[in-house]
């Protein structure tokens, strides 16, 4: 799987992974996004571990996505999906 390579400062950077998000949740229901990719906007070596999870929801969450964060062997990994039109988290849900 293909991840954005950008240089330059964060919102770069975040721009940069919303628009990979987006173009891959237009082909699949989901979008995995590993710790390489992860650390270029929310760099685990500064950040408390809840921090960074909270950054990333909120991330996912304007965007009208929902997230799920994965720790393992490998390193963290993000699961990021549509929120649907039903769904509480959603902001025109009733």
Known sequence: ??????????SSFLKALAEY?????????????FEDALKRCWPNNR????KRNSEIRDFAKSRGWSVMMLDGVFGTRAIFQRLEWDAVDYDGSP
């Open 21 to 33: 998000i987006a173009a891959q949740l237009e082909e699949r229901s989901f979008c995995v996004v």
């Open 47 to 50: 950040m408390e571990p809840a």
């Open 1 to 10: 799987m293909k991840e954005p390579k950008k240089t330059g400062n964060n």
